[in-house]
């Protein structure tokens, strides 16, 4: 089971108000719909696709590449 990042629940939530899906991010940003859901679940990160989703979605950029990589949950045990 993965843990999303504070970042993917708020792009989430923001493309639910909008009544988006990840194929609509990846269209208006010409990415495959693999890409674009890489990069919102937090599986991959690079730093102008995450700021170009938050600028779109008026969601604070994040600050370093963990604030939006998911953690499995064996991850999280490891850390205490």
């Given amino acids: 089971k993965r843990i999303y990042s504070k970042w993917s629940k ?10 988006l899906t990840t194929k609509d ?8 719909t693999q890409y674009a859901s890489s990069i919102i679940n937090g599986r991959k990160y690079y ?4 700021a170009n989703i938050s600028v779109f979605l008026n969601v604070p950029i994040p600050k370093g590449k963990n604030a939006t990589l998911s953690k499995e949950i064996e991850e999280l045990i490891h850390e205490f």
């Fill in 10 to 19: 708020d792009i989430k939530k923001a493309m639910i108000d909008r009544d």
């Fill in 25 to 32: 991010i990846a269209d208006k940003f010409h990415w495959t």
């Fill in 47 to 50: 730093r102008e696709p995450v």
